[in-house]
């Protein structure tokens, strides 16, 4: 079996629609795939829609957390996506990213870059607005050559010229939350540096204990070193381990199934949730 857990369409800041997300996730021979969209669910219905024969999906979004000034996700699979205390912690964050990219944009001008909100707001279209339609925005006007290429001290990265600070949940709520809805909680892309600061394995010790189920290890951000360490920390803290493509169709270079996750921690991942089940796909339109 062929896994990748962590996915993103336009319902938040991917490239593709669920629809279309779905059907390449099969065309690249994925026998399952989540879509995970930021703090947001409202692609889900699409993709069960579209969902091809021979590919099952894993329902999920990525939560934004803060712990200690630093920024870090958090992977929820198969939570009941209308528990009321999740559902408001959600929407409380999601209520935030239009005023934070306004934000954003009005940093920018004073900076001397001509982007307008407008333009922010055409690239987000119907997703969640965040920071990387801030940097796409910052592309189409040459200002950078990739969105990667934005996302540093000069322009959107945490305490970049350009950056705003959006409400952010405590990983510590977010998994009592994302339990309490039945679902899987992993931490996303724990040592990605070039992100910025990372969290120390001291909190990841803390949040483990606190209910973590796993690490996503295997992922784009993690060089070899950094993925066999994450290996160790995940043995001594008894968590589980997910590899994962982060795909966010043409916004990143990242393609589907480029990391995947093993089908035995798949199906622990499958067993411990009980907010939602994973839907075989039965041929969509």
């Not at 724990?190 to 796993?214: F, H, N, Q, S, Y």
Request: proline share 5%; glycine share 10%.
């Amino acid at each position: 079996m062929r896994i990748d857990l962590h996915t993103h369409s336009t319902a938040s800041d991917g490239t593709d629609t669920p629809a279309q997300l779905v059907r390449k996730a099969a065309a690249a021979g994925l026998d399952v795939v989540a879509l995970t969209d930021h703090d947001t669910t409202r692609g889900h219905a699409e993709a069960l829609a579209a969902l091809p024969e021979g590919l099952t999906l894993v329902t999920g979004a990525e939560l934004s957390c803060r712990i200690d000034g630093i920024s870090m996700h958090m992977l929820a699979y198969l939570f009941d996506p209308e528990e009321p205390a999740l559902l408001a912690e959600r929407e409380l964050v999601r209520d935030d990213r239009v005023p934070r990219a306004k934000g954003m944009v009005a940093k920018l001008n004073a900076l001397g870059v001509p982007v307008t909100w407008e333009q922010v707001a055409r690239i987000a279209g119907d997703g969640s607005v965040g920071r990387p339609h801030v940097a796409s925005a910052l592309v189409e006007l040459g200002v950078v050559p990739t969105v990667g290429d934005a996302f540093t001290k000069d322009w959107l990265a945490d305490g970049g010229r350009a950056y705003v600070e959006k409400h952010e949940t405590d990983p510590f709520e977010a998994i009592r939350l994302i339990k309490g809805a039945g679902g899987v909680a992993v931490f996303a892309h724990p040592a990605a540096a070039k992100r910025g600061r990372t969290v120390p394995e001291a909190a990841i010790a803390e949040m483990a204990a606190a209910g973590l189920d796993g690490i996503e290890v295997d992922h784009m951000d993690h060089d070899a070193d950094t993925r066999a360490r994450l290996r160790g920390t995940a043995k001594e803290l008894g968590l589980l381990v997910t590899g994962s493509s982060d795909y966010h169709g043409s916004r990143k270079t990242c393609v589907l199934g480029e990391y995947t996750t093993d089908p035995e921690v798949y199906g622990e991942i499958t067993r411990r949730a009980f907010g939602a089940f994973p839907v075989p796909g039965a041929g969509g339109a």
